[in-house]
């Protein structure tokens, strides 16, 4: 069966500093689709990238960047030069062909002024 | 386009009664899915549809049942509420599973 981990329950950073968010997963299909997604504290649940098991390369957007790596099961994400808008709970997420989008259960991120 | 709509925003049960959360996309998406969040837990799946007339379950579909009649629509019923189930409810509404969820605003349920 699918799974997600996300082992960083809560981090706390300071402004301006990098932060790099975990994910790691378990899955038996060779294909397959990895999301994040960000929850701020007005409640909301905000779609930030989509990945594919076919594509390994890495992502930058903006200050957000994502490390697919096949051979470790993770999809990592990096946030550069934090700001307090960052704080928000982020959440990994699996699809493979059973058509179940799977979640981890979220990493508390406080970035702290 | 209204996007994901949920109804209502918040609720209160008693032990026992039974009531429907209503879920409406206007995106013409086929995937349809509920998940409840609970602290600490993340969200979890409760049931999903891949399009009208279909509809399976997810990690935890106890207590709760889904029906889609419509591609609109994606309503999920609770049977007999319990306190287990007091939580915030969410449906999500994408062209496939393979896609961007669009996520509704959410329905935070308490049941005494």
């Known amino acids: 069966a699918q799974k997600v981990t996300q082992a960083q329950t809560e981090i706390s950073v300071v402004e301006k500093e990098d932060v790099t968010l975990d994910c790691v997963y378990e899955?038996?299909?060779?294909?397959?689709?990895l999301f994040w997604y960000k929850q701020p504290p007005s409640g909301e649940l905000v779609f930030l990238i989509r990945?594919?098991?076919?594509?390994?390369q890495n992502e930058i957007s903006g200050r957000y960047s994502w490390n697919f790596q096949k051979s470790t099961s993770s999809f990592n994400f990096t946030i550069t030069a934090s700001q307090v808008v960052d704080s928000a709970v982020y959440f990994c997420?699996?699809?493979?062909?059973?058509?179940?989008?799977?979640f981890g259960k979220g990493t508390r991120l406080h970035i702290l002024p | 386009n209204a996007g994901v709509t949920q109804t209502p925003k918040f609720q209160v049960l008693k032990t026992g009664q039974s009531m429907t959360l209503q879920c409406a996309q206007d995106?013409?998406?086929?995937?349809m899915s509920w998940y409840r969040q609970d602290p600490g837990m993340g969200l979890r799946l409760i049931h999903y549809s891949v399009g009208a007339g279909i509809t399976d379950q997810g990690e935890v579909p106890n207590g709760y049942n889904v029906s889609r009649s419509t591609t609109e629509d994606f309503p999920l019923r609770l049977l007999s509420a319990a306190p287990s189930q007091t939580s915030v409810y969410f449906c999500?509404?994408?062209?496939?599973?393979?896609?961007?969820?669009?996520f509704g605003p959410g329905t935070r349920l308490t049941v005494l």
């Open positions: 997420a699996l699809s493979e062909g059973d058509d179940k989008i799977i």
């Open positions: 990945r594919n098991s076919f594509d390994e």
């Open positions: 899955t038996r299909d060779t294909t397959y689709y």
């Open positions: 995106m013409n998406h086929e995937y």
């Open positions: 999500a509404s994408s062209y496939s599973s393979a896609g961007e969820q669009f």
